[in-house]
């Protein structure tokens, strides 16, 4: 394995970082200043657009997506410091992008999965930067871990004519169900969600029940009900988290994606990009992490010498230097098999990033949060934010125990 950066990864990761120097960095305070005086705080402030048009005028755009009819064509190895970066200002960085995360997955879904009609009608404006979009799959009444538990229906009705659509034939499917902590949901921007739940609840293959359907979020009986909090947070970067009822939501039968029963491989191919992401993301974390810690050690004595010449603090950053080392490593082999055998050839590597990758970034930050003392707590650092996101991804795409079971087993399979 040669993990070299190539001449293309190179040029990239330097426009890059200077882009990061030039305009995130300094548009973090400017962002949160303007969302205090929009109308709404789910608006997305004047400086977020300036970003997207920068990164789109400079070519950072859709990095993400391999895929290079729709993408910018790199693999996942190249795709990996870059994703590094922009998790260093992980709130506002992938968004200027078009990197942020549900979109990515959804993006990814359509490309891979969605028919002609539908990739015209909401990959291309997904692409462009032009709407927002939420994966519906989260219930509050089941543990969502296990996806074959999901109970929200989606039902065919042959006879139905979608009265949004004006489709004259071909049926609808009647969407019947409550999510919660659907990203970017309160997003005014988010114009359509991809929902999962059962065509076939009695399907005798458990993981042949699940399909996946377009819902526009205008379409009658969908109600987005409240914004979901994490840990306090809000987070309106990502357009929140939110708890959204389908009352009966019609849509056309043609807006199925893929084909009934589909729905549980299409979820398990959507995961695993999404995942070796959030681990590249966290990677930047980490090290914004340690180049805060590192700035205070230096600036702030206590009981008579520098933080920086404490014994405690030494441990402390070279610990989470070695930690992000071994992280990237990790990751970027992952990356590798992903684009050598696929992400089924690669899936003990991705399950093992997901274990190890946001517990031990959450560490590192825990650390970083202890030697800010109360500044770290508070909004003046991006510790904080940082610290609630790092824990999520903990519980998000699978929690850690699930991961764990199923990298247990396939571990003892081969002793059985």
Known sequence: MDFTFDARTEELRARLLAFMDEYVYPAESVAEEQRALLASPWDTPAVVEDLKAEARRQGLWNLFLPDA??????????????????????HLAPTALNCAAPDTGNMEVLAQFGDERQKKQWLEPLLAGEIRSAFAMTEPE?????ATNITTLIERDEGGASRSSGAE????YVVTGRKWY????MNPDCRIFIVMGKTDPDASDVRRQQSMVLVPRDTPGVTVERAMKVFGYEDHSHGGHAEVVFDHARVPAANLIGEEGGGF?????RLGPGRIHHCMRLIGMAERAIELMCRRAVSRDAFGKALARQGVVHNWIADARVTVEQLRLLVLKTAWMMDTVGNRGAHTEIQAIKIATPRAVVDIIDRA????????VSQDFPLAELYASARTLMIADGPDEVHQRSLARRELKKYL
Do not use: F, K
């Open 142 to 146: 089941v543990a969502s871990s296990d």
């Open 169 to 172: 034939s071909g049926g609808e």
């Open 369 to 376: 949060i202890q030697l800010h003392g109360a500044g770290g």
């Open 265 to 269: 491989a299409i979820a398990q191919a």
């Open 182 to 185: 659907i990203s970017g949901a």
């Open 69 to 90: 009819e729709h993408g910018a064509g790199l693999t996942n190895l190249q795709y990996a410091p870059l994703a590094e970066i922009t998790g260093r200002s992980p």
